[in-house]
T-cell receptor, first 115, second 111 residues
Framework: EAGVAQSPRYKIIEKRQSVAFWCNPI?????LYWYQQILGQGPKLLIQ????????DSQLPKDRFSAERLKGVDSTLKIQPAKLEDSAVYLC?????????????FGPGTRLTVL | KQEVTQIPAALSVPEGENLVLNCSFT??????LQWFRQDPGKGLTSLLL?????REQTSGRLNASLDKSSGRSTLYIAASQPGDSATYLC??????????FGAGTRLFVKA
């Protein structure tokens, strides 16, 4: 079974530029998550989708971050414009559903460096 | 507001030792708790998931326990090996479906 796919793996941009990340979850997984992991910290949930609807985006900086999952499968996360403090690893995860028995499975992440 | 703490932040042990990693959380109204390992530069690998109604889960040399009333979970690793060296993260899932991670314990197993 293929895992969660993410691209690109690495991205270097200058501040005020825009960037987009792509995620393809495990086939059949209805729930998709985007996390931000700053060096030395645990991942922080940015947004959670159930199919193509948003379940939680309370920690998403909506003035610069946006995410969509139009067809309930793959998803994109965009930052516009980027700031220095956005340098982090962006992790995508998926699970079958939101039940208490559903494990989250993570992709390899995209490492973003903002100069 | 839920807070998840992992102690110690780092741990170094000789190969073969049994060890316990700790995870504490402030709000006992959790949905489940999941343990992950993260290797440098990699994503997270799921180790064990304990539902709120369960007390423990086992997989191979790993055993995770959950005590909701005291807000604690432990991950027990038996007969540690150098390949176990990684950062171990616990994540609490709340009833509103939000997931909160601890900062992790960095484990180094010396050969």
């Amino acid at each position: 079974e293929a895992g969660v796919a993410q691209s690109p793996r690495y991205k270097i941009i200058e501040k005020r530029q825009s960037v987009a990340f792509w995620c393809n979850p495990i086939s059949g997984h209805a729930t998709l998550y985007w996390y931000q992991q700053i060096l030395g910290q645990g991942p922080k949930l940015l947004i959670q989708f159930q199919n193509n609807g948003v379940v939680d985006d309370s920690q998403l900086p909506k003035d610069r971050f946006s995410a969509e999952r139009l067809k309930g499968v793959d998803s994109t996360l965009k930052i516009q414009p980027a700031k220095l403090e956005d340098s982090a690893v962006y992790l995508c995860a998926s699970s079958l559903g939101q039940g208490k028995h559903n494990e989250q499975f993570f992709g390899p992440g995209t490492r973003l460096t903002v100069l | 507001k839920q807070e998840v703490t992992q102690i110690p932040a780092a741990l170094s042990v000789p190969e073969g030792e049994n060890l316990v990693l700790n995870c504490s959380f402030t709000d006992s109204a959790i949905y489940n708790l999941q343990w992950f390992r993260q290797d440098p530069g990699k994503g997270l690998t799921s180790l064990l998931l304990i539902q709120s109604s369960q007390r423990e889960q086992t997989s191979g040399r790993l055993n995770a326990s959950l005590d909701k009333s005291s807000g604690r979970s432990t991950l027990y690793i038996a007969a540690s090996q150098p390949g176990d060296s990684a950062t171990y993260l616990c994540a609490v899932r709340e009833g509103g479906f939000k997931t909160i991670f601890g900062a992790g314990t960095r484990l180094f197993v010396k050969a």
